[in-house]
C-alpha cells in the first residue's frame, strides 16, 4: 500500500508553488491598507500625548513669565509661535517622527498648539490635532468622515 518516493517525485510543483505565491500576495494586498490605517491610528497617541505635555509646559511658562509668547523659538531667540523650545518638536523625538509641534498662537490669555502630521502620516483622516489653553481640542484639515471622538477619544 506504501507508495515509494523516487527522485524528483517529491516536493511542489512550480505551478503548485506560483499558486501559493499569488495567493499570499493577494491576501497582503487586501490586507495592507487595514494595516497602513491601523498604524496611523497607533500613531496619533504619541502626538496627543505630546500635546498635553506641551500644555503643561507652556502653563508652566506661564506661571513664570506672566504670557504664554515667548516659549518658542531658542532660548538665545524666543519667539512667540513657532517650533515650541520647552520640548522635542518632533513626535516621537527618539525615531522616525509622524507629527510636529508648534505653537500657533501664544500671548498674555491664551494659546494654540497644533501637532501637525508628517511623512506617511499625512494620511491619517484627523489632519493635524489642535489644542487651546482651555482644553479644547480639535483638527485643521480633517477628512470630512473625520469624528472628534475618535481623532480626541474622551479618556484622555
Same mark, same amino acid.
Request: glycine content about 8%; some cysteine; overall charge neutral.
Given at each position: 500500500?506504501?507508495? +515509494?518516493?523516487?527522485?524528483?517525485? #517529491?516536493?511542489?510543483?512550480?505551478?503548485?508553488?506560483?499558486?501559493?505565491?499569488?495567493?499570499?500576495?493577494?491576501?497582503?494586498?487586501?490586507?495592507?491598507?487595514?494595516? #497602513?490605517?491601523? *498604524?496611523?491610528?497607533?500613531?496619533? +497617541?504619541? #502626538?496627543? *500625548?505630546?500635546?498635553?505635555?506641551? =500644555?503643561?509646559?507652556?502653563?508652566?511658562?506661564? =506661571?513664570?513669565?506672566?504670557?504664554?509668547?515667548?516659549?518658542?523659538?531658542?532660548?538665545?531667540?524666543? &519667539?512667540?509661535?513657532?517650533?515650541?523650545?520647552?520640548?522635542?518638536?518632533?513626535?516621537?523625538?527618539?525615531?522616525?517622527?509622524?507629527? &510636529?509641534?508648534?505653537?500657533?498662537?501664544?500671548?498674555?490669555?491664551?494659546? +494654540?498648539?497644533?501637532?501637525?502630521?508628517?511623512?506617511? *502620516?499625512?494620511?491619517?483622516?484627523?489632519?493635524?490635532?489642535?489644542?487651546?489653553?482651555?482644553?479644547?481640542?480639535?483638527?485643521?484639515?480633517? #477628512?470630512?468622515?473625520?469624528? &472628534?471622538?475618535?481623532?480626541?477619544?474622551?479618556?484622555?
Amino acid at each position: 500500500m506504501r507508495q +515509494e518516493i523516487r527522485d524528483g517525485q #517529491a516536493g511542489f510543483s512550480l505551478l503548485e508553488g506560483l499558486i501559493v505565491l499569488a495567493l499570499v500576495g493577494a491576501i497582503g494586498m487586501a490586507l495592507w491598507p487595514q494595516y #497602513a490605517e491601523w *498604524q496611523r491610528v497607533q500613531y496619533r +497617541e504619541p #502626538a496627543r *500625548q505630546a500635546l498635553q505635555e506641551l =500644555h503643561r509646559q507652556l502653563e508652566r511658562h506661564h =506661571h513664570r513669565t506672566g504670557s504664554y509668547a515667548g516659549a518658542a523659538g531658542t532660548d538665545r531667540d524666543p &519667539r512667540e509661535t513657532g517650533v515650541p523650545r520647552l520640548m522635542p518638536a518632533a513626535v516621537p523625538d527618539n525615531a522616525t517622527p509622524h507629527y &510636529r509641534l508648534l505653537i500657533v498662537t501664544a500671548n498674555r490669555r491664551g494659546f +494654540e498648539i497644533h501637532a501637525a502630521p508628517v511623512g506617511p *502620516q499625512t494620511a491619517d483622516i484627523c489632519g493635524t490635532l489642535t489644542l487651546t489653553a482651555t482644553g479644547q481640542r480639535g483638527m485643521v484639515e480633517a #477628512a470630512p468622515e473625520a469624528r &472628534r471622538d475618535d481623532c480626541w477619544p474622551q479618556a484622555q
